[in-house]
Structure formats: structure tokens, C-alpha cells
């Protein structure tokens, strides 16, 4: 005798696929609070927990190295990297109102936009894959590894430079707001000394006008 294999459908989901879903919310959420925050130090933590939940993600999509990959490059340097710009352009810990530029409907119109462009892109390619949650793992370190270094080595370097860049360009920018710092300092200090040089002549002159005053005759009884 034989069994019929048990199959379930969309209204009765697998604890993967609650648990997928539950991750998924999760993490919309932290995304939505990363981009709408005014306090720059929140966003980059709300960046943590979003990247975080992507990584939770491809672990219940059995692509362990995926995950780990996404935690130790996006979480514990893309992170961290943002927030060694953040100390090093002082950029301010509380709210900041410049953090708003004015253009919010254009950029949620250009998001909503290169959103459903992703959706489209992923359902049309993806439709009918399927991923056996119960067979072998497809995200091992070989299958990945080839597949990052031969067909998508140009985007992994291209990243490279982009994060290089971003750490020249938050240095760049930290010398200039010291250079600028300096010159206030500089231009203050020459006030001071030019104010204290003021008050000296303004001093020698007054005693200058006393002794003057005080020689002529006639002056204090003096005939």
C-alpha cells in the first residue's frame, strides 16, 4: 500500500512560510523607519535590524552562506562604515532638519516606481522556480562561490570602489570641516589680539591725556 504524498496550499502554510512572512513584516517595517527617521544615528541602527531580517531571510531559504555573507559585509562593515562618516562629517546625533530635503513626494514617487520595476523583474524570472526546502542546501559555499566570481565578479568589484569611495569621501570631508574649524579659531584668536591691542592704546592714550592735563598750569590750584 502506498501513501499519498501530502501537499498543502496557500491557506495552509508551512511554520517556513509564517515564519518567512512574520520576518518579512518585520523588516518592511525597520526599512520604512530607516528612510523616514530625522535622527541619522537611528537610521543607520534601524539599517542593522533591516539587514538583519534580510539575513534571517536566506537562512529560511536554506542559503546559509548567503546569510552569513549578508552579516559579517553588510552589517558588520557597510554599517559601520556609515558610521565612521557619521563621526568623522560631525554630523549631528539629534534631530536634524536638513535631513529633509524638501523633495519627499519625488523620491517616495521614484521608490514606489524602482519597487514594483524589482517586483516585475523578480516574479517574471522567478514564476515557476521552486526551492526544496527539504532536499539539499542550494546556497553552499561552492555553488555561491562560483557563482559570484564568474558571472558577477564586475558588480562585487564595482561595490568595492563604491564603498572605497564613500571612506575617501567622508575623510575628504572631515579635513575640510578641521580646516574650516581651524580658520574660525585662527580669525577669532586675530580678533582677540587685535581688540586687546586696541584696548592697550586706548589705555596708553588716556594716561598720555591725564599727564598732559596735569602738567598745564593752572590746573589742580596750580598758578
Known amino acids: 500500500m502506498t ?25 518592511f517595517g525597520a526599512a520604512l523607519v530607516t528612510v523616514t527617521t530625522r535622527q541619522l544615528v537611528h537610521a543607520a541602527l534601524w539599517l542593522v535590524v533591516t539587514l538583519g531580517g534580510l539575513a534571517v531571510e536566506y537562512l529560511l531559504l536554506t542559503a546559509e552562506f548567503i546569510a552569513w555573507v549578508q552579516v559579517l559585509i553588510y552589517v558588520g562593515s557597510v ?5 565612521f562618516g557619521l563621526m568623522l562629517t560631525k554630523a549631528p ?43 539539499p542546501a542550494a546556497g553552499s559555499t561552492k555553488v555561491t562561490g562560483e557563482s ?22 567622508a575623510i575628504v570631508l572631515s579635513r575640510k570641516a578641521k580646516a574650516n574649524a581651524n580658520a574660525t579659531q585662527a580669525g577669532a584668536a586675530a580678533d582677540r589680539v587685535r581688540a586687546d591691542r586696541a584696548r592697550a592704546d586706548r589705555a596708553r592714550a588716556d594716561r598720555a591725556d591725564t599727564a598732559a592735563t596735569a602738567a598745564e598750569p593752572g590746573k589742580d590750584g596750580v598758578r
Open 148 to 169: 559570484l566570481f564568474q558571472n558577477w565578479v564586475l558588480p562585487f568589484e564595482a561595490l568595492s570602489v563604491l564603498l572605497l569611495a564613500a571612506l575617501v569621501g
Open 3 to 27: 501513501l499519498a504524498a501530502e501537499t498543502h496550499g496557500f491557506l495552509s502554510p508551512t511554520g517556513v512560510e509564517i515564519a518567512f512572512l512574520l520576518v518579512g513584516l518585520v523588516t
Open 79 to 83: 554599517v559601520v562604515l556609515l558610521l
Open 93 to 135: 546625533i539629534g534631530r536634524s532638519p536638513d535631513a529633509d530635503s524638501g523633495n519627499r513626494w519625488a523620491a517616495l514617487a521614484v521608490a514606489l516606481t524602482a519597487a514594483a520595476a524589482l517586483v516585475w523583474v523578480v516574479v517574471d524570472a522567478f514564476r515557476t522556480t521552486w526551492i526544496d526546502l527539504d532536499g
